[in-house]
């Protein structure tokens, strides 16, 4: 198959036609439908293509273009317009590469000067020193784009306009990075979280945290430590402020009152329970840690459940006027937690009878203590 190209002029107007051929000796059948990338758009219905000098299309003028290009070629080579020589360099090599076309017809169909188009440009020393300094003030500032970098460069002596600026700054292939969310420390487990669960008595204890405010509106911040197994609530630490060391403190008070450490402590990853301090004294204690993954607190239900409990019994009845009025009400309200409240889950025994009945007769039934808290 021939592609053959003529002109013909009829009156003022005057068209360039590509014809297509057969080989000689190949047989005269039906013609064959070339694809879009060859030589013509899919919408063509005919194989004979005529591109029309003096009337180009309505998107003609947006393509920049010469005619013969904007009449249906050019759409399917470029979709900017062909302003600058380096946009018409590339222009004159996708014709040259998608339709066969010489170098001296792709320059003359985008208006492309062909000494221009052999013409290799390098890069000036000037553009060399202000890659670099840009490449620098990347590397220093990655948050920065192409306008910060163009004030920064007008302050320091260069005179250059912006568009020079962004042109060099997408030429290094310069950008400002996509924000990606902070890194979440996790806590090191060294028992599954999913796999432990309390047989006896200061087995496992369970951490967590709970937040509530006073009359004047500060924060008030309540620790919580459980013993899985028989439901005690062990300590409600209240305070404005509640760090890793001061944890760490009421976890030793716990130890030196109980006179026992416990095997294990489940908590989740907060900044507080990843922090070396809890990690330390576990590690000096022979504690071992079991940290839930993030954002799955059912994987530590029993201080959930238990804390949801301070919520709806003390926290959402009472109303504190200083921060002592809180330890105090909180006190109160964790004896008689552990002292007075039938637990569903322990056969609607108190915790505190619940685990002196343990101590003194051994395990009571197994199966009380994995029951449902309400």
């Known amino acids: 198959m021939l592609i053959d190209s003529c ?8 068209q360039t036609e590509f014809v297509l051929t057969a080989h000689p000796g190949q047989s005269q059948g039906r013609p064959r439908k070339l694809s879009s990338s060859r030589l013509i758009p899919s919408s063509t219905a005919c194989p004979r293509v005529a591109l029309r000098r003096d009337a180009p299309s309505p998107g003609a003028a947006k393509l920049g273009a010469a005619p013969e290009v904007q009449g249906g070629l050019g ?8 302003l600058s020589p380096s946009r018409r360099r590339k222009a004159v090599l996708a014709l040259q590469d998608r339709l066969g076309l010489s170098e001296r017809r792709a320059c003359q169909l985008t208006g492309q000067h062909r000494s221009t188009q052999r013409h290799t440009p390098e890069p000036t020393p000037e553009d060399a020193a202000l890659r670099e300094r840009l490449r620098a003030l990347s590397r220093e500032r990655p948050r920065w ?51 432990l669960a309390a047989e006896r008595p200061d087995q496992v204890w369970a951490l967590d945290f709970q937040f509530d405010q006073t009359a004047d509106g500060r924060i008030l911040k309540l620790l919580h430590v459980v013993d899985e197994h028989t439901r005690e609530a062990l300590a409600i630490e209240c305070a404005r402020r509640i760090d890793a060391d001061r944890m760490v ?53 029993y201080v959930e459940s238990f804390g949801s409990r301070v919520r709806d019994e003390l926290l959402s009845q009472e109303l504190f006027a200083t921060l002592i009025e809180a330890q105090v009400l909180v006190e109160d309200w964790r004896e008689d937690y552990n002292t007075r409240r039938p637990h569903s889950a322990l056969g609607m025994m108190a915790p505190a009878h619940f685990a002196a009945s343990w101590r003194r007769s051994g395990p009571i039934n197994q199966r009380l203590s994995l029951g449902v808290d309400r």
Do not use: M
Request: include cysteine.
């Open 7 to 14: 002109r013909r002029t009829t009156g003022t107007t005057t």
């Open 75 to 82: 759409h399917h080579l470029h979709a900017r317009k062909l």
């Open 145 to 195: 784009g192409y306008r910060r970098a163009h004030a920064r460069l007008t302050g320091e002596g260069w005179e250059l306009n912006r568009k020079r600026v962004q042109r060099l700054w997408r030429e290094e292939g310069l950008r400002v990075p996509a924000r990606r969310r902070k890194r979440r420390r996790l806590g090191e487990s060294t028992v599954p979280a999913d796999r």
């Open 249 to 301: 403190a009421v976890l030793e008070g716990l130890v030196t009152a109980r006179g026992r450490t416990p095997e294990h402590i489940r908590c989740d990853n907060g900044p507080e329970l990843t922090a070396d301090a809890l990690r330390d004294w576990c590690r000096f204690s022979a504690t071992a840690t079991s940290c839930i993954e993030p954002g799955s607190p059912w994987q530590n239900p």
